[in-house]
């Protein structure tokens, strides 16, 4: 698929890093329409996993697809939304990194208390000879304060169960085993390897994203807009390291600002409704 | 805890009571990474699904393993995760109920059928062959679908099941019925070969397809069903062929007939198997009456043949572990009173015990199954006719006989009846109780002779071919077929249930004495004693030509007696008396109802009219190219077919009514000969106003429940 995110800022001299992405413009209006019907591209390998894939045609699979996201979309489960900031990380994962969705779920138990939690995204991503685990957070949120305030109190439950050994349960997505990666994947999630081993090579990419008045100040890709961005970018990029504090694992941050959010549901919602009907 | 849990140590964790130390979370670790492999991860899903009690908390991580495997139907909804929500409607079929969802590898050929595709499933008796088709009726693509299967008890169980779509679909199971502008045809083979050259089709089924390659006991209905398979693909209409454990298929179709074959082992339920030991010089209904008496949910006893299900069936009625229900009574007394009071079925009944195999009459073999599926009666005693004949699940299978009839079933058989243990939903995991070794595991190849032609393919099967179809060798086979003058090509391949040879043996006696046989043959409506007798003896010597006894009848001439002696009895329940004599022996009794019953099914609703008709069309040919004038045997042959009563009884009993109670409705109201006239009656005739006791009432309600 074609890069669609216009980068403005890539910040790659501490950790955590900083992604500062933006969907851009396009005949003098923010390209949310593009931004939606691009991010449903994704949902074959978003909703399916991986022998699924292989076993339908993977034409007929895209309006089928579109349907079942408009049944879901449909079934007022999933009223707030929120839940379709999974679908936008699982996107610019995959166009930044080109990550490989390759486990479908881990679960820990959050001991004491026995509870299972998950994690909002699992891929992995080749870097060398080894295999990186990236464990995603998404805040699908208008207000980038509160985003912050969220994700950071969720990592820092995270990482404690850095200490919890043996504690998880990973869900692979059968990947392929001609694979180059399928062995080294194995012995990720192999019990045997130490959690210490694991999270050496564990990344948290945490995407928030916010309503920017700045955006819809704007309607073209001026320099001015991206000077205007960057900054605001880079002041979010740094609220969210001093919350964060020291923390124990390599996080990536991805910021997105949105015109409004009100406006892009608006449309992800004509849309679901309209192939839920076909 | 040990990290390493093997499958078996896991198995054995998930079979037995789990001790209070038990670690949960290691459990379903443990079987999260044998999940990578796919056989085991979905075996031991299964059976975590079978404790999902005793796991209260994990449910999300169930919910994931079980997504993981593709079960989707085990998926709880309400709790997924986005893009597990997602990838769960996708597996749901447009159509049909909204709680119905597919199973990866249903989706799959599901999917592959709604492309256009042609597809032959191989699949276990678990894995729902049959909501496909259901699934892509609803699409509502086709105009005429056929839906082919093995046997009359099948059509009955599809049609119910099928009748949801009767708004868009005419239902036809009866060759005579009227065509409408959407149809779905549900035949047997041999109901569909007289009516599919009429029917544009588009869309055909055929299930058990298995049946295509000829046994030795079963050859005659084989190449009939070739023949329709042929016909179909000529029509070039798509299809689904299904069936269970399948290893290949050895042919191709015609050059532009591509298919795929898809073979998988999906499984929804699991079956445990256990060894039943018999010490030497214990015998072994000692110990299957020790077993049922501690089966306490719904059990299977496969038996290799009526005799011996009697057997069984006598020993649980002698061993006085089984109480009165009252629950049956009323059935119990409406068949004794209908057939014979000392019916062994009918006091197995009494005590929850039900007998299925091919000899009990159909309206009463269909209510057995149905009780034992609604939990009425807990015990089914069955033969083969429960694997081939009807789909029915049960907690428990026990495999008593190992045999078929005289013969040992193979792994084929094996795997079948095994497969009738464990439903979904209710029990994830089956038991099977093996009274002996399981046969060595070896799968069959199915060929399709029509395609093949190999060159043990008899002349009987490539009669039915368009010449443009024949293979060099088969068209030599065919040669003297074509070149002889005694039967036209057509008179030779309408009759092809009989051998080619046999039919021109005849056509030359009739021509060599036509002034001695013409009067014995042109008859209309109703013969006379004497044509009826030579009708029986040429149907015997020339089409049968056997000296063994073939239910009951060893001779033309004791056909002739048969045919009479039936119609003279007026009934049933006369009949069956008449085989009895003064005998008060039990197991006499039995055998002499069941022979009644063989000959009723047998010869008066099966093989003596179609041979009539047969011998009609022969002797016609020759009466014709003498210029001699012709007979006409068809109302006559229909007479016989429906018992010397009205024709709707013989649709009626198919659909689960008994003959005795459509003709005590037929004294009552008007029930027209043709027989969606007389359903249309049925369905709207209202039980409480016709003069019926109350369990003849409840059998009208169940027939109109799928009208």
């Known amino acids: ?278 | 805890m040990a990290t390493n849990l093997t499958p078996s140590l896991v198995r054995n964790i998930l079979r037995k009571e789990f001790s209070k130390d038990l670690d949960k979370f290691e459990i379903i670790k443990a079987i999260s990474l044998l999940a990578q492999n796919n056989q085991i991860g979905q075996e031991l899903v299964l059976r975590l699904l079978s404790r999902r009690d005793d796991f209260i908390g994990y449910e999300i991580i169930i919910d994931s393993l079980i997504r993981r495997v593709g079960l989707y139907p085990y998926l709880q909804q309400e709790s997924l995760s986005l893009n597990d929500s997602i990838a769960f409607e996708f597996h749901k079929p447009i159509g049909l109920a909204d709680n119905i969802v597919f199973h990866h590898a249903q989706a799959e050929v599901y999917y592959s059928l709604m492309k256009g595709e042609n597809i032959i499933l191989s699949a276990p008796t678990s894995f729902g062959k049959s909501l496909i088709i259901d699934a892509v009726i609803a699409s509502n693509k086709h105009k005429n679908i056929a839906v082919v299967v093995p046997t009359i008890a099948l059509i009955d169980e599809t049609r119910k099941r099928l009748s949801k779509y009767k708004k868009d679909y005419k239902i036809i199971t009866h060759p005579t019925q009227e065509i409408e502008d959407k149809n779905i045809l549900i035949l047997t083979q041999e109901r569909a070969i007289t009516i599919i050259n009429e029917i544009p089709i588009d869309f055909f089924v055929i299930d058990e397809f298995y049946k295509l390659s000829p046994t030795k006991s079963d050859s005659q209905r084989a190449h009939i069903l070739n023949h329709v398979f042929y016909q179909l693909v000529k029509q070039n209409a798509q299809f689904y062929l299904l069936g269970p454990n399948i290893e290949e298929i050895t042919t191709e179709l015609l050059v532009n007939i591509k298919f795929r074959f898809i073979k998988t082992d999906f499984k929804t339920v699991i079956a445990e198997k256990h060894k039943i030991n018999i010490p030497k010089g214990e015998k072994p209904i000692n110990k299957l009456l020790e077993l049922t008496s501690k089966l306490k949910e719904p059990t299977l006893i496969f038996c290799q043949s009526p005799a011996s299900a009697n057997r069984v069936a006598n020993e649980l009625l002698l061993n006085g572990k089984f109480n009165n229900l009252k629950e049956n009574d009323s059935l119990v007394s409406w068949i004794k009173s209908n057939y014979h009071e000392k019916w062994i079925l009918a006091n197995c009944l009494e005590k929850g015990i039900g007998i299925h195999h091919g000899k009990i009459p159909r309206a009463i073999a269909q209510k057995s199954i149905k009780l034992f599926n609604e939990g009425k009666i807990n015990f089914l005693i069955c033969t083969s006719t429960i694997i081939e004949g009807v789909n029915t699940k049960a907690k428990n299978v026990i495999i008593y006989d190992n045999k078929i009839a005289r013969s040992k079933f193979d792994f084929f058989t094996f795997n079948n009846i095994c497969g009738r243990s464990g439903r979904m939903f209710s029990h994830f995991i089956g038991n099977i109780y093996l009274f002996h070794e399981p046969p060595s595991p070896e799968l069959p190849l199915v060929d399709f002779p029509i395609f093949s032609q190999n060159e043990d393919v008899p002349a009987e099967l490539l009669i039915n071919l368009d010449k443009e179809d024949l293979k060099e060798n088969s068209k030599k086979t065919l040669e003297k077929y074509y070149s002889q003058k005694h039967l036209s090509i057509q008179v030779l391949s309408e009759n092809s249930f009989i051998e080619l040879d046999y039919q021109i043996e005849l056509a030359k006696f009739l021509e060599e004495n036509i002034n001695k046989v013409e009067s014995y043959l042109n008859w209309k409506s109703v013969p006379s004693n004497d044509q009826l007798k030579v009708a029986c003896i040429l149907i015997w010597n020339y089409f049968i030509k056997s000296k063994r006894r073939i239910y009951g009848v060893s001779s033309g001439k004791q056909l002739h007696f048969r045919i009479n002696q039936f119609r003279e009895a007026g009934n049933l329940k006369n009949y069956i008396q008449q085989f009895i004599g003064n005998n008060n022996d039990l197991s006499k009794i039995n055998e002499a109802i069941e022979l009644a019953f063989d000959i009723q099914r047998h010869w008066i609703n099966f093989q003596f009219p179609r041979y009539l008709l047969a011998l009609n069309n022969i002797a016609n040919h020759v009466l014709a190219k003498q210029s001699k004038s012709q007979g006409d045997f068809s109302s006559y042959a229909n007479m016989v077919e429906c018992y010397f009563t009205e024709p709707y009884v013989v649709p009626l009993d198919e659909y689960g009514l008994p003959v005795q109670i459509s003709l005590k409705i037929g004294k009552q109201i008007e029930l027209d000969k043709n027989i969606d006239k007389s359903l249309i009656a049925i369905k709207n005739l209202n039980p409480e106003k016709v003069d019926l006791s109350e369990i003849e009432k409840e059998f009208v309600y169940e027939l109109k429940e799928y009208l």
């Open chain 1, 1 to 278: 698929m074609n890069k669609f995110f216009k980068i403005i800022i890539h910040k790659n001299d501490e950790i955590p890093n900083l992604h500062g992405v933006c969907a851009g413009f396009e005949n003098k209006l923010w390209r949310k329409d593009q931004l939606v019907e691009y991010i449903f591209n994704y949902l074959p390998e978003f909703a399916l996993n991986h022998s699924e894939l292989m076993d339908f045609d993977s034409l007929s699979i895209i309006p089928k697809i579109r349907q079942a996201a408009g049944n879901v979309y449909q079934s007022q489960k999933f009223k707030s939304r929120g839940e379709f900031g999974e679908l936008l990380l699982h996107a610019i994962l995959r166009e930044t990194y080109n990550s490989i969705p390759a486990i479908s779920k881990i679960y820990y138990k959050d001991s004491p208390n026995d509870t299972v939690k998950g994690f909002d995204a699992v891929h992995v991503i080749p870097n060398g000879n080894d295999l990186e685990l990236w464990l995603g957070e998404v805040k699908f949120y208008q207000s980038i304060y509160s985003a912050i305030t969220d994700v950071v109190a969720e990592l820092i439950e995270h990482s404690k169960i850095r200490y919890v050994r043996n504690e998880f349960i990973t869900i692979s997505n059968k990947i392929d085993t001609n694979w180059e990666h399928s062995e080294k994947l194995k012995s990720l999630l192999d019990p045997i390897t130490s959690l210490d081993d694991v999270f050496e090579k564990t990344c948290i990419p945490v995407l928030l994203t916010y309503d920017s008045s700045i955006i819809s100040k704007h309607e073209k890709s001026t320099e001015d807009y991206v000077k205007e961005i960057e900054i605001e970018l880079l002041k979010f990029h740094k609220s969210f390291c001093d919350k964060l504090g020291d923390f124990p694992l390599t996080v990536h941050l991805f910021l997105l600002p949105l015109s409004t959010k009100k406006e892009l549901i608006n449309k992800l919602e004509e849309k679901l409704k309209i192939w839920q009907q076909i």
